[in-house]
């Protein structure tokens, strides 16, 4: 299980020595399904409003923006999101700092890679609830609405992810609600939600997505 969620989550570090990112992108970066490196404060934010990461890692002093003020930054925009920190020494006040912003994890260097993925496979508990287990092998991250089958991404529209993440909320989805939801106040014919599903289905598996005939969809679990 623990394999299987990892390779799901998206990875954002943030550290401007270059030999230890590109130390712990080697040593662990395979283990996720995407795992982006960026070198400074600002450029992390950045990174972030655009990916929406699972997990965050910092170097706590980079120049221009430290590691604490971009903490500081994702925790307006995210609550949630696990913020690791790394310092190359240990500040009683930079760590108190990083326990009021809700720091989860502070490494001090040199540390093992291997630490820091048990570190996180430790808390794997946090994703369960955003990465949902589905039939024959696929799974949904709810967190960045991303589908994957036997941990391999599988690339869908933004209407085919909204369509997966209703499926998966709802016991059932009436016919009504997919239109309602995916194409707002377009009026949309039977017709073109078939052919919607039947690529879906195209993309992912034919017994993914079960039609109740006369009340809607479902999307099946284990």
């Known amino acids: 299980m623990r394999s299987k969620i990892l390779r799901t ?9 270059q030999n230890l990112s590109s130390l712990l992108k080697n040593a662990i970066g395979d283990c996720f399904h995407s795992f982006r490196v ?5 450029e992390g934010l950045e ?30 925009i995210s609550k949630d999101v696990p913020i690791i920190i790394l310092s190359a020494f240990s500040e009683s006040d930079k760590f108190l700092t990083a326990i009021d912003i809700g720091v989860v994890k502070y490494f001090i260097k040199p540390f093992d ?16 609830n955003k ?22 991404y599988v690339s869908l529209s933004k209407n085919e992810s909204k369509f997966a993440e209703l499926l998966i909320k709802n016991t059932m989805t009436e016919d ?12 949309v014919s039977d017709e073109r939600l078939r052919t919607f599903i039947k690529r879906f289905r195209a993309k992912t598996s034919k017994d993914l997505v079960v039609n109740l005939k006369g009340c809607g969809y479902q999307i099946k679990r284990p």
């Open 9 to 17: 989550l998206n990875v954002l570090l943030v550290e401007d020595e």
């Open 38 to 42: 960026k070198s400074n404060g600002a």
């Open 47 to 76: 990174e972030f409003v655009r990916m929406k990461p699972d997990i965050v890692i910092t170097d706590i002093m980079m120049p221009d923006t430290t590691g604490l003020e971009m903490a500081k930054e994702i925790r307006v």
């Open 113 to 128: 890679p291997d630490e820091l993925l048990e570190y996180i496979g430790s808390i794997q508990e946090k994703f369960e």
């Open 131 to 152: 990465v949902i287990m589905l039939d024959d092998g696929f799974s949904f991250n709810l967190s960045t609405g991303s589908l994957y089958k036997n941990s391999r």
């Open 176 to 187: 009504s609600t997919i239109k309602k939801l995916l194409w707002a106040d377009e009026d």
